[in-house]
Antibody, heavy 118, light 112 residues
């Protein structure tokens, strides 16, 4: 069974760093791109970026380029989304998801709520 | 990259059919057959309902169907049921960014 299990909720202060994780199981981790999607409170879904765990080829949405870093460790089947200096506006639910083919993104993590507040 | 355009809300009574539109440009919806639709209940992970414009993943009800004409994709739900009430998002490949993907703004479906 394909599963994506994300790290738990985090509460941070502005300026702090954070790395959230997404562990894949039940499939060949290096065979599929992993996407990160943000949902701010009361807002819609937004693409953050996507990574190929096989070679760490990474693409970012223009809104997130330079604001976050996406990485993957294929030895432990885990993808990451990290911030070096959080802002209050980073408060959101973040989902990871597996791209099966083109527009087919059928497997999603349970989401990780990031709260940034002083 | 602007989000694809969806109506903010649609509504229908049980048993009726509704259609949600997703309008883009020739650089995204109109140029490629890579449009997907997601159902999202608050607090849960999004669920893929349609991919590659009109394909339904296994396990998704045949009441859900997708189509495309020009720069506009559509999701139709027939025989509306109470559990269909959710937010729906379209997603398309786009040649406008290096990322290659863009969501619609989302549509809130209310079952009256």
């Amino acid at each position: 069974e394909v599963q994506l299990v994300q790290s738990g909720a985090d509460v941070k202060k502005p300026g702090e760093s954070l790395r959230i994780s997404c562990k894949g199981s039940g499939y060949r981790f290096t065979g599929y791109w992993i996407a990160w999607v943000r949902q701010m409170p009361g807002k819609g879904l937004e693409w953050v970026g996507i990574i190929n765990p096989a070679d760490s080829d990474t693409r970012y949405s223009p809104s997130f380029q330079g604001q976050v870093t996406i990485s993957a460790d294929k030895s432990i089947n885990t993808a990451y989304l990290q911030w070096s200096s959080l802002k209050a506006s980073d408060t959101a639910m973040y989902y990871c998801a597996r791209q099966t083919s083109a527009s087919n993104i059928a497997y999603w993590g349970q989401g990780a709520l990031v709260t940034v507040s002083s | 990259q602007s989000a694809l355009t969806q109506p903010a809300s649609v509504s229908g009574s049980p048993g009726q059919s509704i259609t949600i539109s997703c309008t883009g440009t020739s650089s995204d919806v109109g140029g490629y057959n890579f449009v997907a639709w997601y159902q999202h209940h608050p607090g849960k992970a999004p669920k893929l309902m349609i991919y590659d414009v009109a394909n339904r993943p296994s396990g998704v009800s045949s009441r859900f169907s997708g189509s495309k004409s020009g720069n506009t994709a559509s999701l139709t739900i027939s025989g509306l049921q109470a559990e269909d009430e959710a937010d729906y998002y379209c997603n398309s490949y786009t040649s406008s960014t290096t990322l290659g993907w863009v969501f619609g703004g989302g549509t809130k479906l209310t079952v009256l």
